[in-house]
């Protein structure tokens, strides 16, 4: 395996970041996960105009976008496999054991691994945490994770592969990983940015080719919501058949059946919509 590391291809087993490297030590740092197909990247323009978003939301430097399509493309020529997980991380670099940045420059790191299509559907959680739509890092893509790790872990525990967080003022915000759509007398909603969830690249193109609203909605909604359904890279869009105790009938429903035929038409005829 080869991964791309501070300006060249290096050996996974002899890559190495520094211990005092920012993301480690406090987080400081953003990602962008990107499906390749048969050696190709989807939506990668999207995915680097969010990765240049999320590094402005922290203060970084803009990453070097042509040296970040280098560094895709030769990894993706180093590793050949028909579905993989590309994962650009893009950190504060070697600083201090505290919150101040260092003057050594960021960290940029592109691995990819293998993956398989995801099922048609899945099973969901809620969980009692909160997201903050009004933080400091609402709407980044930042590697301060642990939050999603804690809920997921907690979905996995109880037979599921997501959890949904509301907000603060209980309205329908995102999961761990994805964005959460419903349909509602046959219309198609999905959270507005505003809730504090984010702006998902699978999420805005599913807005874009199926019509569906930005809407608040209140966490209960997924009591009553006729589909429910999920987007994320690797998930694309993938029907909710239960969520918590409940479980929804006809999985995946009429909606969510277009929808998913929509996007796989749509995203089959360019790759970087």
Known sequence: MKIWLDGGLQDLESARVSVLDH???????????????????????????????????????????DEVRRACA???EANPMPLGRLRLTYTGGHGPLGSDRGEHGPTLVVALGETGRRPDSTAVITVPWTRNERGALTGLKTTSYAENVVALARARARGATEALFGNTVGQLCEGTGSNVFVVLDGEIHTPPVTSGCLAGITRALAVEWTGARETDLPLDVLDRADEVFLTSTLRDVQAVHRVDDRELPGVPGPVTAKAMRIFDERAGDDLDP
């Open 74 to 76: 030769a990894v993706l």
């Open 23 to 65: 993301g480690l030590t406090v987080g400081d740092g953003i990602f962008e996960t990107v499906k390749a197909v048969d050696g190709r990247p989807f939506a990668l323009t999207r995915h680097l105009d969010r990765l240049t978003r999320s590094a402005r939301g922290l203060g970084l430097p803009d990453p070097d976008l």
